[in-house]
């Protein structure tokens, strides 16, 4: 058998299928997170920034548990928030493994996050431009959906790019305690069996797929900026 | 009619309560263009702001016809809000929809879901404020005269019976200011809407407000039509805006050395065409010395005001034949 140039380089991966599945799981693990972070991180930053001190809902209490809940979250490192919501996961999807079993600390520990920069970008929103569709009649929903998410999709699309690649880094750290993915094999062959060049590819695909993803979003907030 | 009574607002910060207007009465006629003037902190903007009810007053009671606004209930509120445009200093247009959309915005709001009736009422806005080639703009891509004719087009779109304007001009030039003063009148004429307006500008009040009230630290010093109260100012804030829009004026009246009574002689309307001073002047025999002066309009009303030193014998009697040809005369002061 002819060595091909793939298999001298990288002595050590005899199974580039195996690779191919990681990188499907990791694609998986982080679409089936980004769009869940974002169906409940978006009403949450939403509802921080409404309840805020001196805006349309202002509730200060309300306002201070919901932030104080998000700050938590926010500060477990997510190795750690992984492992303490196990039982959760379990009973939310059946299993702590594999790619469903990573999407559920992976929404709660990315959501807050995400909430909170949502919160940011609509802050960034004119006062005026607020003040101007309630002086039309605008109900405080009509806001919400016409000026405020509107107004600060450039921000919101940024905000949804540095969620993305959080995320990315929270699946590589899952795969060390059993979500698979791209993380898991670098764990597992590049780690605990010294073949350095799989940590090698892994790392270089992960690093591939986080520009991707920043490149896509910075398109995405140009075009919103323009105008 | 728009009357507010016993009406005050402060505001609380920190836990006290800052006191930002005094407790006033105040009534704004149908179809008038009534200008607020005063400095900056004056209260200019809480006032306008009380009107849709933006700000909500710590007393008193806010009428618009029969409707108390303070009393409305949320979506009353809203519904009244629809019926009184208004445009902000900083024009306030969003910036993610083009020009059309701005305009479009309020008809939407108001549930307006007919795309064609929106298009043609976009475009009957647009023509109006002259900016129908610019409806597939952006904001960003208009000059600031141009974004409040967006701004006033939006205003307009519900049809109000009442616009606001939050110093509307003062971010632009004064040649863009005087092209947006005349869309303003000329709206105030054809759709017979009442104009509020607040500037720091008595030029702004002199070329189109009806009437005025002026507003120093949150109180009301002095109001009337605005030809009373630009002509013959009693208050040193208004004074001092009269002398802002005639600085010339203001200070060759303070020369040294003038001889003789020194009078202000105010002419209006007709008068300010006909050549009453001179045929006063010579048939009494009396020499003047034209100290300072002025032709202008106070919206459409022409008038005159001149600064004299007179010298002679009748002085007396030509001034009484002054005063019997409609000529308001002051005397400066020695
Ligand atoms: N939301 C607020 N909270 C606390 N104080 C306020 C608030 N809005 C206005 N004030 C205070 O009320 C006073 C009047 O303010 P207002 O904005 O009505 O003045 P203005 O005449 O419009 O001034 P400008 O010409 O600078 O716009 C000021 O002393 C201001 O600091
Ligand atoms: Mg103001």
Known sequence: ?227 | MIRFLDVHKSYRVDGREIPALQPFNLDIRDGEVFGIIGHSGAGKSTLIRLINLLERPSGGRILIGDTDMTALPEPALRAQRRRIGMIFQHFNLLSSQTVADNVAFPLRLAGERDAAKIRARVDELLARVGLTEHAGKYPSQLSGGQKQRVGIARALANRPEILLCDEATSALDPQTTASVLDLLAAINRELKLTIVLITHEMDVVRRICDRVAVLDAGRIVESGTVADVFLHPQHATTRRFVDEALPEEAATAQAPNMTGRVLRLTFRGAATLQPVLSRVMREHGVDFNLLAGRIDRIKELPYGQLTLALEGANTDAALAALRAAGIEIEEMGA
Request: charged share 10%.
């Open chain 1, 1 to 227: 058998m002819t060595a091909s140039p793939l298999q001298s380089l990288f002595p050590n991966i005899d199974d580039w299928g195996e690779l191919g599945h990681a990188c499907i799981d990791t694609l998986l693990m982080l679409g089936g997170s980004l769009a869940l972070t974002v169906l409940i991180g978006l009403p949450l930053g939403v509802l921080l920034y409404l309840t805020g001190k001196g805006q349309l809902r202002a509730m200060p209490k309300f306002y201070g548990i919901v932030s104080l809940l998000v700050n938590v979250l926010r500060s477990v490192p997510f190795i750690i928030l992984m492992i303490v919501l196990m039982p959760v996961t379990y009973a939310l999807v059946g299993t702590k493994l594999g790619v469903r079993g990573a999407i559920p600390p992976l929404v709660i520990g990315a959501a807050p996050f995400f909430a909170r920069l949502v919160e940011t970008a609509l802050r960034e929103v004119q006062q005026g431009v607020i003040e101007a569709a309630q002086a039309m009649g605008a109900s405080t929903w009509q806001v919400v959906r016409h000026v405020l998410l509107p107004e600060a999709r450039g921000g919101l699309a940024a905000g949804i790019t540095v969620t993305a690649i959080a995320l990315v880094g929270y699946t590589a750290m899952g795969g060390a305690i059993g979500s698979g993915g791209l993380g898991d094999l670098a764990y597992r062959y590049g780690y605990l069996s010294y073949k350095s060049d799989y940590m090698l590819v892994t790392v270089v695909l992960l690093v591939v797929l986080v520009q991707l993803l920043q490149m896509m979003g910075d398109r995405i907030v140009a075009r919103y900026k323009r105008h």
